[in-house]
Structure formats: structure tokens, C-alpha cells
């Protein structure tokens, strides 16, 4: 099994920092509307690391599992990604004599 990994790990990094800072503003008092936002910050946090950790694996496996796709077939990976849906595809394949 692949090891999974996050895409763009920079991201949820900035969205965390950010619904921290916004945290920390709303309870010095600033504004209303800061607590709130920082709640759509960890949101988008929680998504953002549950898409790319098991969301898009879920997918590739449904997709590959709609196809037709023989034992005995070949298939050509162009190396695009990190190779999820080689590694899925190569699951209903059996290496040739």
C-alpha cells in the first residue's frame, strides 16, 4: 500500500494558523465575527486533510472499480501525481509470464 500523504501540506498549515489567529483575536475582543471565522478556518482545515488523506482514494478506487479492466490487460501510467490510480489499476492486473 502507498503511503498517503498530503497534497500541498502548506495549505492546511496556513488555514490551521490562520483559525488560531482568528481564535486568539475574537477572545482579546475584537470583533463578533472573528470566533466565527476561525470555526471556517478549522473547517476547511478538517476537509482539506480528510479530502487529501481518504476522499480522493475512495474516489480513485470507485472510478477504477467502474471500468472494464481484464487481467491480461496493459495499461501506460503517463507519471502524472504520485501514482494512486496506477497503484489501483495495477490491483486488477496480474503481471505477464
Known amino acids: 500500500m502507498m503511503k498517503r500523504t498530503v ?30 471565522l476561525a470555526l471556517v478556518f478549522f473547517a476547511c482545515t478538517y476537509l482539506y486533510l480528510r479530502t487529501s488523506l481518504v476522499g480522493k482514494y475512495k474516489i480513485i478506487d470507485r472510478v477504477v472499480g467502474k471500468t472494464r479492466i481484464a487481467a491480461t490487460d496493459q495499461v501506460l501510467d503517463l507519471g502524472c501525481g504520485h501514482g494512486a490510480v496506477m497503484l489501483a489499476v ?4 496480474r503481471a505477464p509470464g
Open 7 to 36: 497534497d500541498a501540506p502548506l495549505v492546511p498549515i496556513l488555514l490551521g494558523l490562520a483559525g488560531i489567529l482568528e481564535l486568539v483575536a475574537g477572545m482579546a475582543g475584537h470583533t463578533w465575527i472573528t470566533v466565527p
Open 90 to 93: 495495477a490491483k486488477h492486473l
